[in-house]
């Protein structure tokens, strides 16, 4: 048996896995560009212990605007590159690939209304968003390790 004969092909693999495990290597794309985002934006907000809804808002709009880019511009070079007619169906493709990068934004959005209300500290929310962008990026370079 050779080594190649030993090895399961992606496709193989991919229909091994099952349950939360095989939805999360179909997100995997938007997951990572989601964490990725998001980390970018509570770089670059810098303090915000003055504004946290502020915060909020500008994080979930920021990477809700780049989602939609995303999407718009995936159905919009594939329907130039073969010359076919944008379709409904066709939009829902794009979403369906696009929205687990949204997803991500959602909990750290959260963190900061609840900053906001006084319910947790903006120091907790935003070491909460950042851990949670890193424990996804480490949960999926641990799937693609193992």
């Avoid at 080594?3 to 495990?21: C, M, R, V, Y």
């Avoid at 990477?63 to 130039?80: C, D, P, W």
């Avoid at 750290?108 to 996804?136: K, M, N, T």
Wanted: hydrophobic letters at 55%; one cysteine or more.
């Amino acid at each position: 048996m050779t080594n190649t004969d030993q090895q399961a092909s992606p496709a193989a693999e991919a229909t091994q896995k099952s349950g939360f495990f095989q939805r999360l290597d179909n997100a995997a794309f938007g997951i990572i560009y989601g964490a990725i985002m998001v980390l970018s934006i509570l770089m670059a907000a810098g303090d915000t212990s003055e504004r946290p809804l502020e915060t909020a808002a500008v994080l979930f709009g920021s990477v809700l605007a780049i989602t939609l880019a995303k999407a718009f511009a995936e159905v919009m070079s594939h329907a130039l590159a073969v010359r076919e007619a944008i379709t409904r169906q066709k939009w829902r493709a794009a979403w369906r690939h696009s929205y687990p990068t949204l997803a991500v934004a959602n909990l750290p959005s959260l963190f900061f209304v609840a900053a906001a209300f006084g319910w947790i500290s903006v120091d907790l929310a935003v070491y909460l968003a950042q851990s949670l962008c890193v424990a996804l990026l480490v949960l999926l370079g641990g799937a693609l390790a193992g």
